[in-house]
């Protein structure tokens, strides 16, 4: 990640992470106290994200009358704008009401609509059973049950229920914290179709007998993964167990924007048959958002940074998030902001529930008037359905998971808008920044990511067949040396053996010379069958190609008319010859460069019975720069099989080989 350069060193973009998108951060004119300026990567998630995932999967229904929905519903949907159903909305609806048994799982990333989803066909269920004779709305007993994490999540609920209400004409009523007992106990006392609530007052009312869970239809969990998260384990358990032990159990519907392992044990665990509704944009980046990155500085204030931000849009009345991680931060941020001159507004968990709320009617002002920043925690970042648009959140604190960016991130770019996302990249957070935003680049999920650079994300894992492949390996590297001991052991890493520094079939024969580079050679060849420094196959001698034997200076591939015995200074190989050939020779003499077989003279291939040669020689004697088989004198070359300076059949070190020749060096070993 590069840091951010000082106004003077503006000759390169900055970019973060390597992206493949370099944005200047527009629009804001830095005071000239400053010394750092707002460069960073920027990533926009296009439409095509929203896209299904699935070739062949239905475009969405242009009406809720194509879902089945009933015109009592759809007039109250009228009068609140609502005229087209989301991804969600138009898979959950016709698949709640077509299959009234089971149990369902409704998954979408944050503001698609899901409370719509699954509110349309409970109310629809229960008004078709009460036309139909069945149950009706009694006092303490309702029929359907919503449970919600937050003071502020039930509340919207049940502003959403009331709207349908008018119209489809069932009764609703909210129990939370944000309201004393007593008040609500005269609701529950009044007939009741829904009540919305949080687990824990739900608990409470049941336990004083203010509310039995007999004539209870069906049950949603909304937010299904924040109440876990939240530790609201137990008492969503509690209930679940109580509605489902009946003589009729109730169907369970949950609602959520990520699927946690807590969500997934769950399901695992009490609902197997449970079936599953997700939308192509589960875990991945909102269509029509930009992701923007900006990397800290060494030694910058990064309240300093967060100013620069949000300045200048807060001036043009734009709707801004500011998140925090800790409540200390939060404040810090809050504080900071207002002392120069910035208009905010604080929502945290230790601000009272009427300041809260009336914080988020302030942020939440017409058009036209300025709103608040809304600095805030994680508490603001799940459930909350903030009217009006939100332009741009601000990441003050990078997110500790990628769920969390995921919840703070959907605040914006809701129901089809656009929207921006700033975050604050400080070292600490790199891991994770980069991740995330090379998974917004390539349209991947980010809910499995992580921080930790030991644990890679999904699609730089490597394949199971390949991990049985290295395993393999390294299980066969382990023994390689299994059942050789003492000085066998010491012999494959000195001077002999098969230990030599280059191996393969492309030695020097089984009697070869020096430096060859062919298979089969004899001499310094580097072709194959050659004897003698040739380069090509099946030749003799000096030659580059062909068949061809002791052809004096001969170099090309063709049979020499000169073969045989007595050639001088022949690059070719002769039987016989003499004088100073760099061929190989049978019974030559003289300082041949091949090998010869009984030749004598210094020559430089391989000899048998040869003295001083360079090559291996059998039976050789003198000071030979090749292998000898019975030969004496300080040899450096390998013997059958062997070559110096090159691979060899066996190896060809610069001293290995088959029994290798000469005095190799060996420790001593004494067993008892």
Request: hydrophobic share 30%; proline share 5%.
């Amino acid at each position: 990640m590069s840091a951010l350069r000082p106004l003077g060193c503006l000759a390169r973009p900055l970019a973060l992470l390597r992206p493949r998108l370099v944005a200047k951060f527009a629009g804001l004119r830095p005071p000239a106290r400053r010394a750092h300026s707002l460069a960073g990567s920027s990533v926009t998630v296009r439409a095509a994200a929203a896209a299904p995932a699935a070739a062949g999967q239905r475009e969405a229904p242009a009406s809720f009358g194509v879902l089945g929905v009933t015109a009592e519903l759809q007039a109250a949907l009228a009068e609140k704008g609502i005229s087209e159903p989301t991804e969600i909305q138009a898979a959950a609806v016709p698949a709640l009401l077509h299959d009234r048994s089971s149990d369902f799982m409704l998954a979408s990333h944050t503001g698609s609509g899901k409370t719509l989803a699954y509110l349309l066909p409970v109310v629809q269920i229960l008004k078709e059973s009460e036309l139909a004779g069945g149950a009706t709305a009694k006092s303490r007993r309702p029929r359907a049950l919503v449970l919600g994490p937050t003071r502020e999540l039930t509340d919207q609920i049940l502003q959403v229920a009331k709207a349908l209400s008018h119209a489809a004409k069932f009764r609703s009523a909210v129990v939370n914290g944000g309201s004393d007992m007593g008040g609500q106990r005269e609701q529950l006392e009044r007939p009741l179709d829904v009540l919305v609530g949080t687990p824990q007052r739900v608990m409470q009312h049941a336990e004083k007998s203010h509310l039995y869970y007999g004539d209870v239809e069906v049950v949603v969990l909304d937010e299904a993964d924040t109440m876990f998260d939240r530790g609201f384990g137990p008492e969503v358990k509690a209930i679940l167990a109580a509605v489902r032990t009946k003589p009729e159990p109730a169907r369970c519907v949950l609602v959520s924007a990520t699927m946690t392992k807590a969500v997934r044990k769950l399901i695992e665990d009490d609902f197997p048959g449970m079936r599953q509704v997700e939308t192509s944009s589960l875990h991945r980046g909102v269509a029509g958002a930009r992701h923007t990155f900006l990397p800290m500085p060494p030694n910058a204030n990064k309240l300093d940074l967060l100013l620069q931000v949000v300045e200048g849009e807060h001036r043009r009345g734009k709707r801004l998030m500011i998140f925090a991680n800790t409540l200390a931060s939060c404040r810090a941020a809050d504080h900071f902001l207002s002392e120069r001159g910035l208009q905010t507004a604080c929502y945290h968990g230790d601000v009272p529930v009427e300041e809260r709320r009336a914080a988020m009617t302030e942020f939440a002002a017409a058009d036209g008037e300025r709103p608040p920043l809304l600095v805030c925690t994680d508490l603001a970042a799940r459930g909350l359905d903030i009217p009006g648009r939100v332009d741009h959140v601000v990441n003050f604190d990078f997110p500790l998971n990628p769920i969390d960016y995921l919840h703070r991130t959907g605040r914006t770019a809701r129901a089809g808008a656009t929207g921006r996302i700033t975050s604050l990249v400080t070292k600490g957070d790199r891991v994770l920044a980069e991740r995330i935003e090379e998974a917004l680049q390539r349209g991947l999920p980010l809910d499995a990511l992580s921080s930790d650079r030991a644990v890679l994300p999904q699609h730089m894992r490597p394949k199971k067949e390949t991990l049985q492949r290295k395993g393999l390996e390294r299980k066969a590297e382990k023994h390689s040396n299994k059942g050789v001991r003492g000085a066998g052991r010491v012999e494959r890493t000195s001077s002999g053996g098969k230990s030599g520094t280059s191996g393969g079939k492309g030695g020097a024969g089984k009697s070869g010379g020096s430096g060859s580079f062919g298979g089969k050679s004899s001499g310094g060849s580097f072709g194959g069958k050659s004897s003698g420094g040739s380069f090509g196959g099946k030749s003799s001698g000096g030659s580059f190609g062909g068949k061809s034997s002791d052809g004096n200076k001969s170099f090309g591939g063709f049979k020499s008319e000169s073969s045989g015995s007595g050639g001088s200074k022949s690059y070719g190989s002769s039987k016989g010859g003499n004088g100073g050939s760099y061929g190989s020779s049978k019974g030559g003499s003289g300082s041949s460069y091949g090998s010869s077989k009984g030749g004598s003279g210094s020559s430089y291939g391989s000899s048998k019975g040869g003295s001083s040669s360079y090559g291996s020689s059998k039976g050789g004697s003198g000071s030979s720069y090749g292998g000898s088989k019975g030969g004496s004198g300080s040899s450096f070359g390998s013997g059958r099989g062997g070559s110096s300076g090159g691979p060899g059949r066996g190896s060809a070190g610069p001293a290995g080989g088959r029994g290798g020749g000469g005095k190799p060096r060996q420790r001593q070993t004494k067993f008892k």
